[in-house]
């Protein structure tokens, strides 16, 4: 598929899926967009079977206990530190989203779990993201020069697949890259960097 096409191929899916995410936004009424809804309510069914043990309120320590493993590792046992919004699990450290064992503590605590998570997972948040335009790409004929051209390796032959017929094996392409479009990609310059 030649070049021109592959961008303007890859441009229109990236419209579509901004689209289709625009319209979701925009018709979403609710704190969380509806795919992290749906994995904080998947989250919360988990957590409403863990048993919370309090170790100590005032500095918010629980010991979970996750519900019988069908597996024979039994019963998972984590520690969330509330006020440092950290649990064994690591999961709330890493993605700065509730894990079961946090949510099911925010249960126990009477707490909201807007205050568990990070900002970024709000529909506000989502809601800018998908407010930008795109408008429409100009024929290929009217696109500038990139200043790149592509080569295959010329130590790489072509092979034979046993047929008879010859077809390109692994050929690795180089493009050097001298000046790029700053309003395709956003780099006004890139100086005789390689990219393979």
């Not at 206990?65 to 699990?89: A, H, I, M, P, W």
């Not at 697949?161 to 780099?187: E, K, T």
Request: net charge positive.
């Amino acid at each position: 598929m030649p070049i021109k096409a592959i961008i303007n191929c890859t441009f229109e899916k990236t419209v579509e899926q901004y689209r289709k995410h625009n319209e979701i936004a925009t018709n979403c009424n609710t704190s969380l967009p509806p795919r992290l809804g749906r994995l904080f309510q998947s989250r919360d069914l988990i957590g409403q079977q863990h048993v919370i043990t309090e170790f100590d309120h005032q500095e918010a320590r629980y010991r979970v206990l996750s519900r019988l493993q069908t597996n024979e590792g039994g019963v998972n046992v984590y520690t969330v530190e509330f006020n440092d919004k950290t649990c064994t699990c690591g999961k709330w450290q890493m993605l700065r989203f509730p894990c079961s064992h946090a949510i099911a503590v925010c249960r126990q605590r009477g707490v909201s779990t807007n205050t568990t998570m990070h900002q970024v997972y709000t529909t506000a948040v989502y809601q800018a993201q998908y407010n930008g335009h795109f408008y429409p790409l100009r024929h290929p004929d009217y696109w500038t020069d990139p200043g790149w051209k592509i080569r295959a390796d010329p130590s790489r032959p072509l092979q034979q697949n046993g047929v008879g017929d010859a077809h390109v094996g692994y050929i690795m392409i180089w493009m050097f890259v001298i000046q790029m479009n700053p309003l395709y990609v956003g780099v006004q310059y890139v100086d005789k960097r390689v990219i393979t």
